[in-house]
């Protein structure tokens, strides 16, 4: 399966900032996934990230808020805007495994904490 | 719309039980099912891949069960450690994406 590497892995920011979270994958993978998971909930999924396209936002999700760049088959960033005491959580990326399985695979993930 | 719940949200038991957790989901028509652990504060990490056409899954002292037409898969702990102390999610991935549980949280105490 493939290795993700997520960084940073923990970050304590102002509000108002922003932050931005990076995912390297160590094979081409079509799909690139961002969840978020706030204290105490499971797992809910901000966007689905191809490359060469637009990122498509689940809903309750923004573009401006959570602007997703996917530049090539192994590497994506999301960023957190203007951020508030409300975005602290912890922000993964996932990807899919290949046809035939549909695993997925999770980095690390950033602990954010917005102060 | 699937709904994955696990039952219970909160275990803790002495080092050496045997364990059960459980999840269920609305929709049978799913690819597959996943457990993972989490360690507070990280990532996921995979357990087990349960395809829609299997039953079963083994690794080590894990054991997760699948039964599709009712809805429910059974994680297995045989000889709990300290060490298993983590959040355990299942999560279920069917035609239109991924829905997690919201997890079950084990204390295995020394």
């Known amino acids: 399966s493939a290795v993700i590497s997520q960084k940073p892995s923990r970050d304590i920011c102002q509000r108002g900032t922003s932050l931005t979270i990076q995912c390297q994958v160590d094979?081409?993978?079509?799909?690139m996934f961002w969840y978020r998971q706030q204290p105490g909930q499971s797992l809910t999924l901000i966007a689905t990230?191809?490359?060469?396209?637009?990122?498509?936002?689940e809903s309750g999700f923004v573009i401006d808020k959570f602007p997703i760049s996917r530049p090539n088959l192994t590497f994506s960033t999301l960023t957190v805007s203007n951020m508030s005491p409300e975005d602290s959580s912890i922000y993964l990326c996932s990807v899919e495994g290949e046809a035939g399985s549909y695993g997925y695979t999770f980095g690390s993930g950033t602990r954010l904490t917005v102060v | 719309k699937q709904e994955v719940t696990q039952i219970p949200a909160a275990l803790s038991v002495p080092e050496g039980e045997n364990l059960v957790l459980n999840c269920s989901f609305t929709?049978?028509?799913?690819?597959?099912l996943q457990w993972f652990r989490q360690d507070p504060g990280k990532g996921l990490t995979s357990l087990l891949l349960i395809q829609s056409s299997q039953r079963e899954q083994t690794s080590g002292r894990l054991n997760a069960s699948l039964d599709k037409s009712s809805g429910r898969s059974t994680l297995y702990i045989a000889a709990s450690q300290p060490g298993d102390s983590a959040t355990y999610l299942c999560a279920v991935r069917d035609n239109n994406d991924m829905r997690f549980g919201a997890g079950t949280r084990l204390t295995v105490k020394p």
């Open positions: 929709d049978s028509a799913i690819y597959n």
């Open positions: 094979s081409q993978v079509t799909m």
């Open positions: 990230a191809n490359q060469g396209s637009e990122a498509t936002y």
